[in-house]
């Protein structure tokens, strides 16, 4: 039995159950091949979709299926019938032509393609910093792993056939997997350019068709021809496997991508701006090749200058993101794109935390560093001493720090304050000689 079909099967068994259990009852029932750390990740994971209902503390811990669905490669039952009718042979589905109206009726922060309860699922796990960190500092700290996932599995969409280990050994070794295709070499290399420029502009990149085309250029750059990549096209496309026409004239093409990304940078929210960008730059196809791969890189730049996790698309299986798409080519309907988007985002915020152990990176620090900074200047510019340190540590923690995180960032600040001297002042604003006259007040 596979990874994956074990995992169902621990929910298929959750189902059955008439009441809820307890780890302990689940292990039992389930017999030999499952490991309690992995049912552990599993549970938590069927928690954070709604399929599972948590209650209790520590050994008291109970577990109860909440769906009757078991979704299989990320789909929900609502997508099911669209799923079983683009999967029909061709000649049973309707030719059709690109819908300029369904982007025009778009209207930012008021028309939704994600529902409010899954944009604050989404955007609460992928929160990794707070407002006054500057764009891209989460990506920067995770960026050998996002460079790495997120080539890896947007090329692996596109069927080459790359290992993940080759992968890292290409991007990061510059080593070439023998017996590969040139070509695939130069997609995933193309890949870490085009996110590289992701991070690298984080603080300044704006949403527009200039930023769309730079995208398209530095992952089509080799594989189309030299006049293509970057520009809109000038020829018609077909797309494999749907009977899907996209435009034709270059001046609309000009016209929509233009349309989109003006619709797209007035979006408010960062996890509906980041699955419009996808759904569209998709169906919209305005270059003759690399279209896709191109959505899924636009579709990071509202995650990354919102420091929050970017979408890797990992666990998508390439069939069904295809499907996902046909449906909006053929239907326009969201649905089982916002389904496999919103299951690989929650997959990729578990993937990431994982690796940020791993790191030792300390996110607790990272996402209140500034507030943490803001307190420390307040506390010597105003040559606060004893008790009155106390007391404002602690309303500032009331206003500023969320419960979960408060034991970490109390333990972090008491580590600055300790640790304080001249060497690590550098961007408190302070000087010297009010640092040593606090410390000749507090001795």
Known sequence: MSYKDNK????????????????????????????????????????????????????????????????????????????????????????????????????????????????????????????????????????????????????????????????????????????????????????????????????????????????????????????????????????????????????????????LCQKAARINNPIEQSFFLLAHISYLQAFIDVNKRTARISANIPLIKNNLVPLSFNDIQKDDYNSALIAIYELRDIQPLLDLFTFSYLRTCEAYDATIEALGFDLVRVKYRQIRRNMLRHIIENQLIGPSISEFIHSQVQRHVKDEDRTQFLEDIQEDLAGLNPQRIAGLGITVEQLNNWKVRNT
């Open 8 to 259: 169902i099967a621990l929910l298929f068994l959750l189902q059955q159950k008439q009441q809820a259990c307890s780890l302990s009852e689940i292990m039992h029932a389930l017999g030999t091949g499952f490991t309690e750390r992995t049912v552990r990740r599993w549970l938590s994971q069927f928690a954070q979709e709604g399929l599972v209902e948590v209650s209790g503390l520590k050994k008291a811990t109970r577990y109860r299926a909440i769906s009757e669905e078991i979704p299989l490669s990320g789909f929900s039952g609502k997508s099911s019938q669209t799923i079983t009718y683009v999967r029909q042979p061709l000649f049973k589905r309707k030719p059709v032509a690109y819908d300029e109206k369904w982007l025009e009726g778009y209207e930012p922060n008021s028309t939704w393609y994600v529902p409010k309860n899954i944009r604050q699922k989404l955007q609460k796990a992928g929160l990794r910093a707070t407002d006054q960190e500057p764009a891209g500092t989460y990506a920067r700290h995770i960026y050998n792993r996002l460079l790495i996932d997120l080539s890896y599995n947007s090329s692996r969409l596109e069927g080459n056939t790359y290992s993940l280990l080759e992968t890292k050994k290409l991007l990061i070794e510059g080593e070439s997997a023998a017996g590969k295709l040139d070509a695939e070499k130069v997609m995933i290399l193309n890949h870490k350019e085009a996110i590289r420029y992701l991070v690298d502009t984080a603080e300044k990149i704006l949403i527009s068709s200039d930023t769309v085309c730079t995208i398209h250029y530095l992952l089509a750059d080799g594989l189309v021809d030299a006049k293509d990549a970057g520009s809109v096209r000038r020829d018609a496309v077909r797309i494999g496997g749907s009977t899907y026409l996209p435009f034709e004239n270059p001046k609309m093409l000009e016209k929509m991508l233009s349309l």
